[in-house]
């Protein structure tokens, strides 16, 4: 059984930084995507950083949404079975419950949507004050 589980969620002023942390069981990483997707009240859920690992277990290059790129980072760790998202920069707008996702395989965009991914974890908060 696929878990997810995110940690490191927590309030920052605007400018700040947050690191977010997803631990995986049960999952095997290879030929598939791992992401972090947003929710803001009244929002539709998004994408902000997708990464796929191939056949051979070579890590591909990260994908973000325009919004953060150049201020957040997205990275795995083999050993631990991790997935981070280190988030520099923080604005207002950043405020959201972030989730983990995992499961998606490649179909022809190196940044597939919240459809594309079978497991999601419970999310952690982020508010990021003016």
């Known amino acids: 059984q696929v878990q997810l589980v995110e940690s490191g969620g927590g309030s920052v002023q605007a400018g700040g930084s947050l690191r977010l942390s997803c631990a995986a069981s049960g999952y095997t990483r290879k030929r598939n995507f791992m992401g972090w997707f947003r929710q803001a009240p009244e929002k539709a859920r998004e994408a902000v950083a997708t990464i796929y690992t191939d056949l051979y277990g070579t890590v591909g290059i990260p994908q973000y949404a325009d919004s953060v790129k150049g201020r957040f980072s997205i990275s795995q760790d083999n050993a631990k079975n991790t997935v981070s998202l280190q988030m520099n920069s923080l604005k207002p707008d950043a405020t959201a419950m972030y989730y983990c996702?995992?499961?998606?395989?490649?179909?022809?965009?190196?940044?597939?949507?919240?459809?594309?991914?079978?497991?999601w974890g419970q999310g952690t908060q982020v508010t990021v004050s003016p």
């Open positions: 996702a995992a499961g998606a395989a490649y179909s022809g965009s190196w940044f597939p949507n919240e459809k594309s991914f079978t497991y």
